[in-house]
Structure formats: structure tokens, C-alpha cells
Nanobody, 124 residues
Framework: QVQLVESGGGLVQAGGSLRLSCAAS????????MSWFRQAPGKEREFAAG????????YYADSVKGRFTISRDNAKNTVYLQMNSLKPEDTAVYYC?????????????????WGQGTQVTVSA
């Protein structure tokens, strides 16, 4: 069983920055693919960014590319999402997800564990 605990959400003005953290339990964290998904009100959950297990290759949705950076610290069992140049359309609940496989996928179903979510609100 893997537990994921997110932190770092909040309210920020457009153009501002936030850093989300996701702390994971488990001894083999470095092998997991870790991703951030987000869900805005009335919309489906969508992939934002992911980082593979092992070599830590990163992947981004086109909507966040160049503004968001995902990283991981395997010694701390933590994955981060640095969000810069935030826009009102980034407003959503952000979820951390872990997959018991090294490869990142952009759909939610293959992920085995999910955090409780953290709210990010960007004001205009």
C-alpha cells in the first residue's frame, strides 16, 4: 500500500508561482512513475505532468509546458511540481498519482494510488 500526501496549494494572483509537494510511503518509490493530474470544476481530470521511475524522464501537457516543472527526490520519497506564470485557467484541484511501473502514461486509469488533492486557485 502506498500513501500519497499533497501539500502546497493555495490562492495566487495570475503570473505568480506555487510549488506542490507529494510525499509518498513505500520502499521502492524510485521505481514508480509519478504524475500530477488536475481537475477543474465541471471538467474531467487531466494529465498535467509526469516523471518516470528510474531515469526520471519528464513529460508535460502542452497547456503547462514551459511553465511547470516536475521533479523528484527519491531520498525523501517526494515529487514536486513547480508552477510558474500561473494563469486563471490553471485553477483546479491537483492530484498526485503513483503507478507501480516506471513508465508515465497520460490517462488516469493505470495509476494505482492517488492523493487526496490540493486546491490551486489563480485569480485574474
Amino acid at each position: 500500500q502506498v500513501q500519497l500526501v499533497e501539500s502546497g496549494g493555495g490562492l495566487v494572483q495570475a503570473g505568480g508561482s506555487l510549488r506542490l509537494s507529494c510525499a509518498a510511503s513505500g520502499r521502492t518509490f524510485s521505481r514508480y512513475a509519478m504524475s500530477w493530474f488536475r481537475q477543474a470544476p465541471g471538467k474531467e481530470r487531466e494529465f498535467a505532468a509526469g516523471i518516470s521511475g528510474g531515469v526520471a524522464t519528464t513529460y508535460y501537457a502542452d497547456s503547462v509546458k514551459g511553465r511547470f516543472t516536475i521533479s523528484r527526490d527519491n531520498a525523501k520519497n517526494t515529487v514536486y511540481l513547480q508552477m510558474n506564470s500561473l494563469k486563471p485557467e490553471d485553477t483546479a484541484v491537483y492530484y498526485c498519482a503513483a503507478r507501480l511501473n516506471r513508465e508515465v502514461v497520460h490517462t488516469s486509469t493505470p495509476y494505482n494510488y492517488w492523493g487526496q488533492g490540493t486546491q490551486v486557485t489563480v485569480s485574474a
